[in-house]
């Protein structure tokens, strides 16, 4: 069981367009992050997790040549802008249609910005073809893995946290969202790994901050915990040093396996 975090920060990136990244060690090359999205392989099926604008490079860079299965945690442009390049695994899976997973507001916006990729077939060779389906709470896959999941609030939206299993391992994965419901804490706790959203030092009024996501990685006692979807406030140099056990920074290109 792996995963690879194709990319760690926010909607604008990291650094941010203009200079204004007074915290960063520019030189760390950590510190430059693409857009939120990872890379999950269990029970020999291989799960791409949103699609930022950089998924090309982002998959090109860590040797992603395949997803069996794509599933959108929400519908902000973050996280969908990069869906046109997975026509690239719908090219390379049988009948050339992938399946995609989301809540009801990503599969609107996947309906909004994508129509000419809902046919039953693609309109031609090299051409996406999704087929679009509400994400479950529990999606059996093939070689005996799961991965449930449970909506959690993001503003005025809900997003989808995911949680992977196969035999005894277990991947929480909770990006862009404002608190942990009940149900995703009991699903989370004692994971291997989670990956939970840390915004910036300061609160957000639809993000969790560095502080509150330590708080939840104490409560769930996962074996280690990292942090995504971070902004420039936080230096990798800076943060890793002092976050505390079992936390640390995610950065592009990190892979676990476990």
Known sequence: MKITFLGTGTSQGVPVIGGSNPDLDLSN?????????????????????????ELRLQCIKNGIDRA????????HADHIAGMDDLRRFC???????????SNEYGLERIRAMFPYALGSTPRSRGYPCFKIQKMPEVLNLPGGGTVESVELPHGPVKTLGLVFRESEKKIAYFTDCKLLTDRAVSLARGAD???IDALRPKKHPSHLCVDEAAEYAAELSPKVAYFIHTTSRLDYGTWEP?????????YDGLSLEI
Do not use: Q
């Open 29 to 53: 090359p950590k510190n430059w992050r693409t857009r939120t999205s990872a890379f999950v392989e269990m029970s020999g099926v291989k799960i791409l997790i949103d699609a930022a604008p």
């Open 68 to 75: 069996d299965i794509f599933i959108l945690t929400h519908g």
């Open 91 to 101: 090219d390379k899976i049988d009948g050339n249609v992938l399946p995609v997973y």
């Open 193 to 195: 790994i989670l990956a």
């Open 242 to 250: 002092k976050l505390p056990p079992p936390c640390h920074m995610a």
